[in-house]
Structure formats: structure tokens, C-alpha cells
């Protein structure tokens, strides 16, 4: 859907009027190279992806004892055959399971490992394995498919979670649902929903709020994103580049980084917004450059302040953009997403 660039500026019942920095747009009256990516009825041209469809996490290891009895005892084909998978040091933390409660999540995230490279790995299907094992219809359709990479890392999970329903959590294969027309997060897992589309040089708008979190963390927005091949497991964030909304902190999600970064980030303002209240949001990025800067106005109508600026020449790249849910438990909303591509105005707008 194509927008003018007084749209652009503009979210939810707030008038155009009602910005300090219109004088910039009037300049512009339409530009054919802004549209809307959320139309506020469908996710539709987003792609969602919970990391919990293909890889385990401590707290999706329900009943530690139970299911410890059941592999080093192998009570069935498919205990015996995870038993064979894994190492001593797995085993050992079955073999005693800990009273006390952090020593008990210690165990599970350690375990958690080990089964995470389980799903990682080749097919664990076989029919004799699985022949006394009640499957949901989705986990049947799957199988019946020729499939690998994240299709068939998500296959694995599938078939344990099927076969040992009350020790493991059951995956959700989606954590966005389109809620009083926002995009809004349903806190069931780490995860990214992107753009099926890739951008290089663009200003990215949006509105949003941070509902609640327990356990919490700040609305995450990525950049520079790697887009996930159909055959292979997509990388952790899309080992992009985050955005922290609305309050500026930030995240490297790069291989070789996976830290907080360093002179790459400038945080050019301490802002003291409630990010429970809905926020107006500018991103203006260059993959080229490897450069972007965010600027946040709240309440929305007021002119923004640029709160980060991020630079660093090798990592700037054309991909997706993506909304990052950090962990289970967290509620986010977006909504009035639009994206002028190429824009002639090369500096931040909002805060004019």
C-alpha cells in the first residue's frame, strides 16, 4: 500500500497538523517509494520464526525425573536411542537430580543443550521408534514431507514433544497475532517475525508499546538482519543488529559478536519514557554505510529525540527487519508500520 509522506508522519487518530516538523513533509507531498508494511488486519508479507520450534530451552524440560528414568532406564526405542545420544556428563545429571530449585534449573539448561543439538541434528524418525507413539496431525503431515533444515529441525522437536508430552513443552510454531490493530506478541517464546521483503537504504516508522514481561525485557527492534535459507536453521536474532525501543539499548547479534557492542553504539540521549505508553518511532538506516540512527517521540505528536545511533561499515546488509521477542513472557505492540525505501531526505525527519 502506497502512503503520502504526510501519512508517513502520521499515527493513529493524530492529525498531521499535529506535528511540529510538518514544514519538512509539505516539501514532499507524495512519495512513491513509501508503503505500509502492517495494514493493521493480517501478517500478511511477515514470516514468523520461534526459536522453541527448533531448539529446547531449560524451561521446556518439564519433569526432569521422569523423563531422566525413562532414557537411562529405556523403557522404549526412542528412550534407548536418545540415551545413546547422549554424553556421560548428560547422563550423570539425570542420574541425580538436584533438590535444590536453582541447582534444578542448572540442570535443565544444561540439558537443554544436548537436546537442542538432538533436533539440530539428521532425522530422528524411524517407524519402529515411533510406533507406539500417539503423533498430532501436524507432526503427521510433516513427516510425510521431504524435509531439512528448519523444517526438519522443527520435524525433531515435533516428534519429542509428541513422544513424551508431559516432560516437554509442547512448541508453538508462532508467537504474533494481530490484536485491536496492532501486531502484538503472545509471550510464547524467543523469536522474530520479519518483513519478506529486504531493504538497504530506508527510513522504517512505526508506533508501539511494551505491554508487560515477566521475566522482562525492552521491546527489541532488528536490522541488517540475515535472511534464513528455505534448507538451513535460521541464525539466533537473524544475527542482526538491535534496536531497543523505546529507551535506546542496544544488542550485536553478528557471529563473533553476541555482546552489547562497543564504540558502534553512541546512545545520544537518556530519555526517561514509559514504554508501556504507545511511542512514535524513526529508524533511518543505510546498509551501505552501515549506519542508522532511532528517534522516539512520546507522547506521540510531540517532536522526537534521537535517542541511538549505531555505525559500523561491516555490518551493515540488506535484509529483513525484524520484531525480536527476547524471551517467554513478553507482550509487545506495533502498529502504523511504513517504510519510505531510498529516501531523499537523508537525516532523521521526526525530530525537525
Given at each position: ?5 504526510r ?19 509539505q516539501a514532499e ?5 513509501t ?11 511477515w514470516i514468523?520464526i ?13 519433569d526432569l525425573s521422569a ?5 537411562l532406564g ?5 528412550s534407548a536411542?536418545?540415551?545413546d ?18 541447582d ?9 543443550k544436548?537436546f537442542?543439538?538432538?533436533v ?5 524418525y524411524?517407524r ?5 507413539i500417539q503423533?498430532?496431525p501436524?507432526t503427521?503431515?510433516?513427516l510425510k514431507?521431504?524435509v531439512?533444515g ?8 515435533m516428534?519429542l514433544d ?7 513443552s509442547?512448541s ?20 522474530v517475525?520479519?518483513?519478506a521483503?529486504?531493504?538497504?537504504r ?5 508506533t508501539?508499546?511494551?505491554v ?7 521491546a527489541?527492534?532488528l536490522?541488517?538482519c ?13 544475527a542482526?543488529i538491535?534496536?531497543?525501543v ?10 563473533g ?8 553504539f553512541?546512545?545520544v ?10 511511542s512514535?518511532?524513526?529508524i ?9 540512527k ?8 510531540n517532536?522526537?529525540?534521537e535517542v ?15 520484531w525480536?521477542m527476547?524471551?517467554?513472557g ?23
Amino acid at each position: 500500500m502506497r502512503t503520502s509522506r504526510r501519512m508517513f508522519l502520521k499515527s493513529g487518530a493524530l492529525t498531521v497538523a499535529s506535528y511540529p516538523l510538518i514544514r519538512i513533509a509539505q516539501a514532499e507531498v507524495q512519495s512513491s517509494n513509501t508503503i505500509t508494511l502492517f495494514d493493521g488486519k493480517s501478517l500478511e508479507g511477515w514470516i514468523q520464526i520461534q526459536n522453541s520450534s527448533t531448539s529446547f530451552s531449560g524451561n521446556d524440560i518439564l519433569d526432569l525425573s521422569a523423563l531422566g528414568k525413562k532414557i537411562l532406564g529405556k523403557a522404549d526405542a526412542l528412550s534407548a536411542f536418545l540415551n545413546d545420544q547422549l554424553d556421560d556428563d548428560a547422563k550423570s545429571v539425570f542420574a541425580a537430580v538436584p533438590n535444590d530449585d536453582a541447582d534444578i534449573k542448572t540442570a535443565r539448561s544444561r540439558l537443554a543443550k544436548d537436546f537442542s543439538k538432538i533436533v539440530l541434528g539428521p532425522s530422528i524418525y524411524e517407524r519402529e521408534r515411533f510406533k507406539n507413539i500417539q503423533m498430532r496431525p501436524e507432526t503427521q503431515t510433516l513427516l510425510k514431507q521431504e524435509v531439512r533444515g528448519r523444517e526438519l529441525a522443527c520435524l525433531n522437536r515435533m516428534l519429542l514433544d509428541d513422544a513424551y508430552p508431559s516432560e516437554f513443552s509442547q512448541s508453538i510454531p508462532t508467537g504474533w497475532t494481530v490484536k485491536n490493530g496492532a501486531m502484538a506478541s503472545i509471550g510464547s517464546g524467543r523469536g522474530v517475525i520479519y518483513t519478506a521483503n529486504d531493504y538497504s537504504r530506508y527510513r522504517l516508522m512505526f508506533t508501539m508499546r511494551h505491554v508487560s514481561g515477566n521475566p522482562d525485557h525492552q521491546a527489541c527492534v532488528l536490522i541488517f538482519c540475515t535472511r534464513p535459507k528455505s534448507d538451513e536453521v535460521p541464525l539466533d536474532a537473524l544475527a542482526g543488529i538491535q534496536f531497543q525501543v523505546p529507551k535506546g539499548g542496544h544488542w550485536d547479534y553478528r557471529p563473533g559478536h553476541n555482546d552489547s557492542g562497543g564504540d558502534e553504539f553512541t546512545l545520544v540521549t537518556k530519555p526517561q519514557f514509559d514504554p508501556a505508553e504507545w511511542s512514535r518511532v524513526e529508524i533511518l538506516a543505510d546498509a551501505s554505510a552501515g549506519t542508522a540512527k532511532m528517534a522516539v517521540a512520546q507522547p506521540i505528536g510531540n517532536k522526537a529525540v534521537e535517542v541511538l545511533d549505531f555505525k559500523d561499515p561491516s555490518a551493515g546488509k540488506t535484509g529483513p527487519i525484524a520484531w525480536q521477542m527476547h524471551n517467554a513472557g513478553l507482550f509487545d505492540e506495533y502498529k502504523d508500520v511504513v517504510i519510505e525505501t531510498n529516501p531523499r531526505i537523508n537525516e532523521l525527519i521526526s525530530v525537525k
